[in-house]
């Protein structure tokens, strides 16, 4: 079901995660987390800001790498531009503030088949790469059957598990929600956008559509 080398990469290290297990136990303790997660996350404008080096909101390819090579993320020319392209999601050629979450828990997640990297911080930032750890373990507790993927059924699944009376519908709904290609099953990436916009971050620019190509 990956469509490209890096989703294959990120289906495969995924995988390889999922076979340590979770210490997620149901979707409620997920939801708990979220105040955390919250300020984790507005912490991590600090470093977005930092790589916007034209503070035009966005962050371009020769920023990306720049970024990667101040974190010591060795990733070949065509990885940084694989991940730009998944990450940049409205295809406007310009990483924005949610986006970057995503795109660096997409690398920690990557970053986990290094050797010799148990226990150590991976990208030099450990609170957020606890955050980032949040997510792939509420992915691993949702993908019940370890495929690397999350399907209506296992969503389902998980919510029923926290005896909600209306889980049911709150599934179907959150299932939607993820489910942004509309393909029946939810990759990680797809998560991880839902996750920035339930816990609240939102980049607050969506007026200024037209502005790319000025120089
Ligand atoms: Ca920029
Ligand atoms: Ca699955
Ligand atoms: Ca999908």
């Not at 390819?61 to 392209?85: A, G, P, R, W, Y």
């Not at 450990?126 to 507790?141: C, G």
Request: proline share 1%; charged share 30%.
């Amino acid at each position: 079901m990956a469509e490209t080398k890096l989703e294959a990469k990120m289906v495969e290290a995924m995988q390889r995660r999922a076979s340590v297990g979770t210490a997620m136990k149901s979707f409620n303790s997920v939801i708990l987390k979220f105040p955390k997660i919250d300020e984790s996350l507005r912490n991590c404008k600090a470093v977005f800001e930092q790589f916007d080096e034209d503070s035009n909101g966005a962050i371009d390819n020769e920023e990306l790498k720049k970024c990667f090579n101040k974190l010591q993320i060795s990733f070949t020319e065509e990885e940084i531009s694989d991940l730009f392209k998944a990450c940049d999601f409205n295809q406007n050629m310009g990483i924005k503030f949610n986006e970057f979450i995503v795109l660096l828990c997409l690398v920690y997640l990557l970053k986990d088949n290094a050797p010799g990297h148990e226990g150590k911080s991976r990208m030099g930032m450990p609170n957020l790469e606890a955050t980032f750890e949040t997510f792939v373990d509420a992915f691993v507790f949702l993908d019940k059957n370890k495929d690397g993927f999350v399907s209506k059924n296992e969503m389902v699944q998980a919510i029923n598990e926290s005896g909600e009376r209306s889980s049911g519908r709150i599934a179907m709904k959150r299932f939607e929600e993820m489910d942004w290609d509309k393909n029946g099953s939810v990759s990680f990436k797809e998560f991880l956008f839902a996750f920035t916009n339930w816990v609240g971050i939102d980049d607050a620019e969506d007026d200024e559509d037209e502005e790319e190509g000025t120089v």
